[in-house]
């Protein structure tokens, strides 16, 4: 499900050493940018970089960045502008990512100090571009690999957390949705064979790891190469891992979404009770205008499905509001289905035109003032909706994932299965330790947390 935070991965290392070779990173966007950092920083300090804090401290900078809206794209040249005076100290500049392919060697010219512009289906190739860095080119580009049956493997990851970890099993989309820039930026689908999947699941555990999240830009869109394991099979023997006792995927898409997923869901219990299913709208001609291929019905009954799994599966989903043509009995169409639904908490955002989208040149846009207004009533409505479905787990007990601590407040965080915050207290004199695994009773709930205390 898309965060779409700026996110600094901590340093791997001090950076004291002068000499040394050094690289600052800043991640922008989803989930699967956030990991593809985490596999370009294991490739960096493979190469004997340093990863340091600042950009100061840093002989390379390096901006992994984001385009599914507007803003986000901005924010980069932004950076890149505020650090521009750094170039007089000899620092080398690098944009990967989205934008980066959006933009391709257009950079040179926006900033022309940037010697390295890299989409994400070329990062195999790093190493190689690192070295032709070191030797002093000045326009190095990775653009070229969207077209590639390749996916970006590495055994260096450097995760920043010990305890939960991502996994991307399948690269790119050729859905081609008519309003967003993806298929363009992250090249054609391809998948990674299962063996490799579980051969890194397995390492992951083996190193303590307790939840692994695998990830897709549509995640069940997964074919295997060998034609080893659906989908949901390779759920199922990644959630068999002995020691693996949560696992998460995201992001599902409708068209891929089958009922052996939710079979999956039943028969292992590691296999978390969430399904984030963006559903973008809720009438069936502002779905089709999308290019989403399906329509609110065909949805609904996947959402069937899901409310008669065994366990109570939480839903969450992604919403555009103001596509062009979205008419008021469309909207209305939207919150009814929220309301019939009943998800857990929606991602819902503005419909931003795309450079290169089909959605560019079509008719009736919707002013900006419409969108916040419409996006401003499905954000009240939606939070009626979660603090219903968050109040009836009071008096519940639920398992939760320590994730780390509030001393202010003196509350533990926790992460239940269904991917809520859960803050608890305990009476025992020394907290539980971050990754641990507790039960805990639910005493309060709010929209988006829920409050309890430890089962002693
Ligand atoms: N592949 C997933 C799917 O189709 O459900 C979604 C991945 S996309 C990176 C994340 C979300 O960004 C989408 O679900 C959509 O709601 C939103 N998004 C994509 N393009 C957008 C645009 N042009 N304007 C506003 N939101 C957009
Ligand atoms: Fe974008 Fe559609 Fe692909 Fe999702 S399925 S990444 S919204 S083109």
Redesign the pocket.
Known sequence: MPDFTILDAPPQQNANAAHQKTFYLETFGCQMNVHDSEKVIGTLTQQGYQQVETEEAADLILYNTCSIRDKAEQKVFNRLNDYKKLVRQGKRFGVLGCVAQQEGEHIFERAPYVSLVSGSASYRKLPEMLVRLEQGEKRITGLDDRQTEETFETEFTARSNPHRGYITIIEG?D???AY?V??YTRGKERSRTSTSVLAEAQRMADSGYTEIQLLG??VNSYRDPERKKSFAELLAAVGEIPGIRRVRFTTS?PRDFTRDIVEAIDAVPSLCDHVHLPVQSGSSDVLHMMQREYTRDWYLERISWIKAAKRPISMTTDIIVGFPGETPADFEQTITLLHEVQYDGVFAFKYSPRPNTPAVNLPDSISDEMKSERLQILLERQREIQRQNYSRHIGEVLEVMVEGHNRARGQVIGRTSQNKTLNFTTAQPILPATGSYLPVRVTTSFPNSLVGEAVA
């Open positions: 989309c859905k081609f949705c967003c993806v298929p830009q549509n898409h």
